[in-house]
């Protein structure tokens, strides 16, 4: 489920790159930021939206859902990737000595 979000949401994104560059310039050079055309306003003119800007508008509408989406379900994880690490063995700690056998409560023959 994760991994088919994260695709579409790579795709919005390489979409949404490709339909911003498409879109034509407003126009706004030096002259119009300082007044010199009288017939638009400070930041072009504004007629209905054109079919590249509605893509746009839901393109960028889509990206900042998916990316809350997102990182909703990567911070619901608990584990993490330290965690996912094979774990590291302890020191391997040396048997004890075997215990002395214990004394013969008999002395051996020869010491009669």
Do not use: H
Request: proline share 9%; charged share 10%; glycine share 8%.
């Amino acid at each position: 489920m994760v991994t088919l979000l994260w695709f579409i949401y790579i795709l919005i994104c390489l979409m949404l790159i490709g339909i911003v560059l498409l879109q034509p310039g407003e126009g706004g050079n030096v002259a119009s930021a300082l007044g010199a055309s009288s017939s638009q306003t400070a930041f072009g003119a504004r007629g209905s939206m054109s079919m590249l800007q509605k893509v746009t508008a839901g393109l960028a509408i889509a990206f900042m859902v998916l990316s809350i989406v997102l990182s909703f379900f990567m911070s619901s994880k608990k584990s993490s990737i330290l965690e996912k690490r094979a774990p590291v063995a302890p020191a391997q700690q040396s048997a004890p000595a075997p215990a002395p056998a214990p004394a013969p409560s008999t002395p051996p023959a020869d010491q009669k």
